[in-house]
């Protein structure tokens, strides 16, 4: 059974196995302000160095780096990046602990296949604000590729900006608040074919697209979301 969820600004006509929401609430363009609000970042002007808080990763194992070290606070995804060290075997889950800060990572409309990798950031009680924004993203991990753990009603933010992600859920992150902003779409799947080698991978399925326990829908943002055997949200 595949269901699926739209989300938009207007009401649609209601169709089998779809579940069509066209009218929010929005949330203040403040909260908006506050979400897109991480810590500042400056680059070097006049060159390709990045600032020190900056890493431009290229590869899994710049990623990798990037995600484990605590003075970064901004990604730049400037290649297309496999996580090739996980093959087609079992889609066991190969999950990392990361240091809590404030995060951006921007994939520059770039594609990233994560395989079984899961990082996992517990905050505590640190209101961390984390963006994951213009990147295509594929994962065979239930738990997502990046989830949040800590102490429910610490503003702890997840945000998602304009993504599309391929896989099994895109995260399980109970106690922080999620936000959609831009475009998002959704697909939980129990197997897809990965853009690199064209090889079909299976995922740790069934899984419903997002575990959260709150979600915002900002102003004009789209998210479209579909599953296997799962309810969507």
């Given at each position: 059974?595949?269901?699926?969820?739209?989300?938009?600004?207007?009401?649609?006509?209601?169709?089998?196995?779809?579940?069509?929401?066209?009218?929010?609430?929005?949330?203040?363009?403040a909260?908006?302000?506050?979400?897109?609000?991480?810590?500042?970042?400056?680059?070097?002007?006049?060159?390709?160095?990045?600032?020190?808080?900056?890493?431009?990763?290229t590869d899994?194992?710049?990623?990798?780096?990037?995600?484990?070290?605590?003075?970064?606070?901004?990604?730049?995804?400037?290649?297309?990046?496999?996580?090739?060290?996980?093959?087609?075997?079992?889609?066991?889950?190969?999950?990392?602990?990361?240091?809590?800060?404030?995060?951006?990572?921007?994939?520059?409309?770039?594609?990233?296949?994560?395989?079984?990798?899961?990082?996992?950031?517990?905050?505590?009680?640190?209101?961390?604000?984390?963006?994951?924004?213009d990147?295509?993203?594929?994962?065979?991990?239930?738990?997502?590729?990046?989830?949040?753990?800590?102490?429910?009603k610490?503003?702890?933010?997840?945000?998602?900006?304009?993504?599309?992600y391929?896989?099994?859920?895109l995260?399980?992150?109970?106690?922080?608040?999620?936000?959609?902003?831009?475009?998002?779409?959704?697909?939980?799947?129990?197997?897809?074919?990965?853009?690199?080698?064209?090889?079909?991978?299976?995922?740790?399925?069934?899984?419903?697209?997002?575990?959260?326990?709150?979600?915002?829908?900002?102003?004009?943002?789209?998210?479209?979301?579909?599953?296997?055997?799962?309810?969507?949200?």
């Amino acid at each position: 059974m595949i269901t699926s969820l739209v989300c938009t600004l207007a009401l649609l006509p209601v169709m089998e196995n779809q579940v069509f929401i066209r009218q929010f609430t929005p949330i203040a363009k403040a909260s908006e302000t506050d979400i897109r609000n991480t810590t500042e970042t400056t680059k070097v002007k006049g060159t390709l160095k990045a600032a020190p808080n900056v890493a431009e990763v290229t590869d899994y194992l710049t990623l990798e780096a990037a995600m484990k070290n605590s003075a970064i606070t901004e990604i730049e995804i400037m290649n297309d990046i496999n996580f090739s060290n996980y093959t087609t075997g079992s889609a066991a889950e190969q999950n990392l602990t990361i240091p809590t800060r404030s995060l951006t990572i921007d994939g520059n409309g770039h594609t990233v296949d994560f395989r079984s990798r899961g990082y996992l950031m517990t905050f505590g009680s640190t209101p961390v604000n984390v963006i994951v924004k213009d990147i295509y993203m594929f994962g065979r991990n239930y738990w997502g590729p990046l989830r949040l753990s800590g102490t429910a009603k610490k503003s702890a933010q997840l945000t998602y900006e304009n993504v599309t992600y391929t896989g099994a859920q895109l995260t399980c992150s109970y106690e922080a608040d999620v936000n959609i902003v831009g475009d998002v779409v959704n697909s939980s799947v129990n197997s897809y074919v990965s853009p690199f080698d064209g090889l079909t991978y299976i995922t740790l399925g069934n899984q419903v697209n997002l575990e959260v326990t709150n979600i915002n829908f900002l102003e004009n943002s789209h998210y479209v979301g579909s599953t296997e055997n799962a309810t969507v949200i």
